[in-house]
Nanobody
Framework: QVQLVESGGGSVQAGGSLRLSCVVS????????????MAWFRQAPGKEREFVAA????????NYADSVKGRFTISRDNAKNTVYLQMNRLKPEDTAIYYC??????????????????WGQGTQVTVLS
């Protein structure tokens, strides 16, 4: 079983920064964190959950939603079983619950929820105008 625990959310003024972390534990079919692709999704009040960013198991491939490109950076530290989302120049429209997700089979970047096998509980990010 794989468990994901997010942290780092909070309230920040528009233009500010936050760094989210997601620590992953557990093994699936002999594969551990270093084999998983990881992603961040978010869900704003009254809206569907949407893709934010993803990173391959090697860290060599990343992908971002257009709305965050140039402001957010996804990275991973396989030695610490952790994926990060550095969020800069935050806007009020970035306010949402941010979820970490793991794709444990192929290890490649995917943009849709259905490809991700395991999810964290989410961390709230609130950007004040």
């Amino acid at each position: 079983q794989v468990q994901l625990v997010e942290s780092g959310g909070g309230s920040v003024q528009a233009g500010g920064s936050l760094r989210l972390s997601c620590v992953v534990s557990g093994v699936v079919s002999g594969r551990n964190f270093s084999s998983y692709a990881m992603a961040w999704f978010r869900q704003a009040p009254g809206k569907e959950r949407e893709f934010v960013a993803a990173i391959s198991y090697t860290g060599n491939t990343v992908n971002y939603a257009d709305s965050v490109k140039g402001r957010f950076t996804i990275s991973r530290d396989n030695a610490k079983n952790t994926v990060y989302l550095q969020m800069n120049r935050l806007k009020p429209e970035d306010t949402a619950i941010y979820y970490c997700a793991a794709e444990t089979f192929f290890g490649v970047v995917r943009l849709t929820e259905r490809h991700y096998d395991y999810w964290g509980q989410g961390t709230q990010v609130t950007v004040l105008s």
